[in-house]
């Protein structure tokens, strides 16, 4: 049978989409990155405690006094764990996602409910946005969106508008027809028929598909994350890639917090605003009997509660600083623009990057460092979501991506090396010392190759070309993962002495570690070695001068590249920034020499 070209045809689809409605997916981003920095900027205003209270309020009003004092044990809990922003922010996201999922799916929904073929037209489409794997649905939002924020949004609700329609068709078909019918008999348009009759009859099971729609919402910000959305989403990503399993407890405690709030405050506020709701709690409250830990303030309390808190946290400051103007002195080359910077979790990349923020900081940059992998890492620059990167290994690992993207993206030459790439093994494993030995002892390591990121470029590499120079492609499995983990799985087998074969490249502080071999690589299936470039975005170069000139001049020799690595791997995990402080600390004189700002610059190495 014929390979149907289904790919191709929705490749060149989309392809004439970003070139004919460009405009149109500007002007929709514009609309969500408004409405997120509207909404982020008021739930990041206020001190965490104070915005954990008024949550609280709603909470008590909603649920009752223990379900208030819940909302604020679990907010308190977030604020914490030193999480409350990257909550907001997912808060944030959520939100915005789920107002225009559900602008888009209850009109919808009402229109299948009031028409067959406009329901059964909708069904596969339906049925097509819940099955589809959701981070399929990232490849287009970044092509039509961008990194960031828009695409992240636009995924989440494309995937979770599905539940919204259906509810709300099966609401209000569910309306008992023989109301409908003796609303019609009295006279009533079909309008007033819709608007007071089936909508609120059916509130509670719209309410339902309300609460669907912020679950699955929520059920998407880790995925959402891998396009720079930040927040938690970020976070759990950041974790994963560095394996961090304490950062992505917390993280993911910090989702369930919010997941369980959402979930009980629209259920609550389902049964408020439907008739039947109300009906069933003003009969309760007639009976009596309820307990203390049930009550409900009326709602006039609950917005005088807010109102007070609100107007106590503007008397008394804490509605978080002011920003002040940018000190004017010498080194404040960047007066407080924003430089947005990606890396890859390799080593040298947490390295360079970290080492950089502080760097453009110290020069009165604001910098946001985010973690991608490659593939994501590189369509941001060539769309111009991120400045630059400080890890693309050229002429050979990257060199996929480059011939992808190279003419969006500028090259602001190498600052290390020759670096290479290798597959190593324990010194243990005395046998084995070439690639072309690896045959024989392939039921030693299980036939397998522990190796990192998929989408790294020497995986490709080592797929393509390296194993079938020594015929080993059928011999062997390259396991994908992450480089954290590719390093736990040395880390466990050396410790008991067992046979493993890892990709490493050279420098890595793992050989300081540990007493490993570089496999030899008689047929040069590997290349020669790569230089480590910074590369950035068209543009770049004319919107920070100083900057791209720094970039451009920038180099670390391998002593203190591999101090640094080292300075960080002893700091830990989140510690990052302090160990790059400490480091340049002990080197005076180091940052004017990368970043030197006019006559005062001092040109002596540290």
Known sequence: MPRLRLGDWVDSGVDWLVTHLAWLFDAVKAVVEGMYDGISDLLTAPEPLLLAGILAVVAWWLRGLLGGVLAFAGFALIDSLDLWEQAMLTLSLVLVATLIALVISIPLGVWAARSRTVGALL????????????????????LFFGMGVPAGVIATLIFALAPGVRMTELGIRQVDAELVEAAEAFGTTPR?????????????TIMAGVNQVIMLGLSMVVIAGMVGTGGLGGAVNEAIGQLDIGLGFEAGLGIVVLAIYLDRVTGALGEQISPLGRRAAARARAAGGRRVWHHR?????????????ALAAGGMGVLGPSAGPAEASAANVGKGREIELGYIPW???IAST???????????????????????????????????????????????????????LDDLGSWYGPTSLELAVPAYMTDVNSLADLEAHAADVG?????????????????????????????FEV????????????KRAYAKQQPIVVTLWSPHWAYSDYDLKKLKDPEGAWGEGDGVHTLARNGFAEDNPEVAAWLRDFSMTEEQLTGLEARIQQAGKGQERDAVRAWLDE???LVDTWAPVGAGGNRAAG
Do not use: C, N
């Open 123 to 142: 069904r596969p489409v339906l049925d097509l946005l819940q099955t589809m794997p959701s981070m399929v649905l990232l490849i287009p939002a970044i």
């Open 192 to 204: 007033d028929t819709l608007l007071r009759v089936q909508l609120p009859l059916a509130l509670p």
């Open 297 to 309: 303030p009326r709602p006039a309390v609950a917005v005088v509660g807010v109102v007070v808190l």
């Open 447 to 475: 036939g397998k190759i522990v190796g990192i990121e998929p989408s790294a470029g020497m995986m490709g590499l080592l797929k393509d070309k390296v194993l079938k120079e020594y015929g080993l492609q059928d011999t």
């Open 347 to 349: 080593d040298e990349g």
């Open 479 to 490: 396991v994908d993962g992450s480089t954290p983990a590719m390093l736990a799985e040395l």
């Open 354 to 408: 970290y080492l950089w923020q502080e760097i453009l900081e110290r020069r009165g940059f604001e910098v946001t460092t985010t973690q991608y992998a490659a593939g994501p890492l590189y369509t941001g620059l060539a769309t111009g979501r991120i400045d630059f990167q400080t890890d693309s290994w050229l002429p050979t690992t990257h060199a996929e991506y480059w011939e992808r993207y190279g003419e969006r």
């Open 587 to 589: 080197r005076p004189g």
